[in-house]
């Protein structure tokens, strides 16, 4: 089958979206299938890779996200849908893309939604109408337009229970335990000259950007050395909040390293491994990916 999938809010490098994507697409091919990737970016390209075909369509930055993009020109993207001719359409993005429900059903697109998160949750990170209503609203939207809708956590399925969608289906989330499996003495080791021993390493992996709410890990770290902890912290991960947080390491004189963007799994793997505790801030995750991958 040719399985289109469109996918907005995708980061440049990194991200539980982007390696579900990047997993989804792989396995696909491994099974014979013709996965076809369409993502918004600065540029527009076509290439072939791993998972597949992937057509990255220019897309304007979302203010105040850090450099997140989205699909905007509509009639672009159902001009490239029927051009492409899916045999079945996966989207995730149940806000923006949501108009793609009602393409697929004129087309007779047999067409999913893949639920990646709790819009209640995100909508409460935003002093709006209450979130609630507003999620329900748009989620009894997004149960209509589609087949069925796709959710990896019980937590990410309750927003669509509380509706009454039957129309959902459970898919947990995987880990790679190829890859995160890793010892983390090797890590650990190269931050000798800085973690003394008898100290806990704290570690967080994440996209440094506003819903994340980075911030908590460092609030965690200033709050232990208060109380007289050894305690070092590891911030994995870039993005627009990364040089507030600098600055607020170094104004607290507070041991923190920032270790950026790890484009390696393997020394992603190693680092988790070398943590005596992983933390996972995110107060609107539906069960982040690096939060499973430290526990493997």
């Known amino acids: 089958m040719r399985i289109v999938r469109l996918a907005n809010f995708v980061a440049a490098h990194s991200g539980g979206l982007r390696t579900s994507l990047r ?14 990737l369409i993502i918004p970016g600065e540029l527009d390209s076509d290439q072939d890779t791993t998972q597949g075909r992937v057509l990255t369509l220019r897309g304007p930055r979302v203010p105040f996200t ?6 905007l020109r509509r009639r672009h993207v159902a001009a490239l849908l029927s051009e492409l001719r899916p045999d079945t359409l996966e989207v995730s993005d149940r806000t ?15 067409a999913v939604m893949v639920s990646h ?14 979130a609630r209503a507003a999620a329900d609203a748009l989620n009894r939207r997004t149960a209509r337009a589609y087949q069925q809708v796709i959710c990896t956590t019980a937590w990410a399925a309750a927003e669509f229970e509380r509706i009454g969608a039957g129309n959902v289906a459970r898919a947990p989330l995987g ?7 890793a010892p983390g003495g090797a890590v650990r080791a190269a931050l000798a000259g800085q973690h003394r021993a008898g100290q806990t390493l704290l570690v967080h992996c994440g996209r440094l ?3 994340k709410k980075p911030e908590r890990s460092l609030n965690t770290l200033a709050t232990l050395r208060a109380r007289g902890l050894p305690v070092r912290l590891v911030m994995a991960g870039d993005g ?3 040089q507030r947080l600098e600055r607020d390491a170094a104004r607290g004189a507070l041991p923190v390293t920032f270790a950026g963007f790890l484009p390696d799994r393997a020394g992603l793997a190693a680092l988790l491994a070398s943590a005596d505790v992983a933390i996972a801030p995110g ?3 539906t069960f982040g990916l690096a939060a499973l991958e430290a526990l493997a």
Do not use: C, I, K, M
């Not at 997993?23 to 076809?36: I, T």
């Not at 923006?96 to 047999?110: D, E």
């Not at 998160?117 to 209450?130: G, I, K, M, S």
């Not at 880990?175 to 499996?181: C, N």
């Open 66 to 71: 850090g450099g997140y993009r989205v699909l």
């Open 283 to 285: 107060p609107a995750e």
């Open 240 to 242: 627009p909040l990364r």
């Open 23 to 36: 997993e989804l697409g792989q396995g696909y091919r491994a099974a014979g299938h013709e996965p076809v």
């Open 96 to 110: 923006t893309l949501r108009w793609t429900g009602q393409w697929a059903r004129a087309h007779g697109v047999p």
């Open 209 to 211: 950007s506003p819903e």
């Open 117 to 130: 998160e709790n819009l209640t949750a995100l909508l409460r990170l935003v002093p709006l109408a209450p």
């Open 175 to 181: 880990v790679d335990l190829d890859t995160f499996t």
